[in-house]
């Protein structure tokens, strides 16, 4: 599933091409995604984009009569298209511009989303109670430290929790927990206030840099195939159950947190 710093940079590469552009048509040709695609998608014919954005993992495409909200699911993908460009088996909907082009949404499995919103977006239902951004200033030691204020869920969860920040997903989480020194399972609300201090840097930093990554590796996505997947980086804990640890030598454990594969240092990370 795509992670923050994928659909940042799918934002970043579809942005260029959308903004200022004048909506002639959408095209839906399977609407059965993860909810139907409403009808009132449609309302963003005739439109002109007006800028492109980013709330944790969902795309808002913004005019003055709405936003489209677009969301990757698990295996979609956007791309910028020449408008006689062939259709290709999973590609369901076109957002066709006057311009000649169109915005094409790949998805194979079907969990992604189209939805259209008159109101401020923060009023729709899947936005309303997402916590902070993680690249923002709202995301701080003491905003998680009031969040995670007598919690005893562990902080791996915690993290990995929308309504406490957006965007730390599987593997940021335990990349950012690793270079924090701190043990997965954790109460999240015995950590002090140093230790999250850290961990707010380190989840900023490593995000930062899978974005700037992205940024480097996908910059075209009229000539990408839209599928950023997981950019080239070093991943000192995700995926090395087994293996050593990059910083002491220790073998790295293997566990399930909330069904997620957890990986870490026992002796790096501690409680």
């Known amino acids: 599933m795509p992670e923050l710093p994928e659909v940042e940079v799918t934002k970043q590469g579809i942005s260029p091409h959308l903004v200022n552009q004048t909506v002639s048509d959408l095209i839906v040709r399977n609407a059965s995604l993860r909810w139907p695609v409403p009808e009132i998608c449609k309302n963003i014919i005739g439109q002109t984009i007006k800028q492109v954005r980013r709330r944790a993992k969902y795309l808002l495409i ?10 990757l699911g698990m295996s979609g993908s956007l791309r910028i ?15 066709v511009l006057e311009n000649g082009r169109v915005l094409r949404y790949n998805d194979p499995r079907r969990f992604g989303a189209w939805l259209w919103y008159e109101l401020p977006e923060e009023a729709h239902p899947l936005l309303a109670k997402l916590g902070p951004e993680p690249l923002s200033d709202a995301f701080n030691p003491l905003q998680l430290q009031a969040a995670l204020a007598n919690k005893k869920k562990a902080i791996k969860l915690c993290l990995m929790d929308n309504h406490i920040v957006v965007g730390a997903g599987n593997i940021y989480a335990n990349e950012a927990l690793f270079a924090a020194g701190i043990h997965p399972q954790a109460a999240a609300g015995s950590i002090d206030i140093e230790r999250l201090t850290i961990l707010v840097t380190e989840v900023k930093q490593i995000l930062a840099h899978a974005i700037k990554q992205g940024g480097t590796t996908l910059k075209d996505f009229t000539n990408a195939d839209g599928k950023p997947g997981y950019f080239a980086q070093k991943l000192h804990v995700y995926g090395r159950g087994g293996e050593s640890c990059t910083e002491c030598g220790n073998l790295l454990s293997e566990i399930k947190l909330g069904q997620r594969t957890t990986v870490f240092c026992g002796l790096c990370q501690t409680n």
């Open 81 to 95: 298209l020449p408008a006689h460009t062939p259709v290709e088996k999973h590609d369901h909907i076109d957002l």
């Open 62 to 71: 913004d005019t003055d009569a709405g936003v489209t909200i677009v969301h």
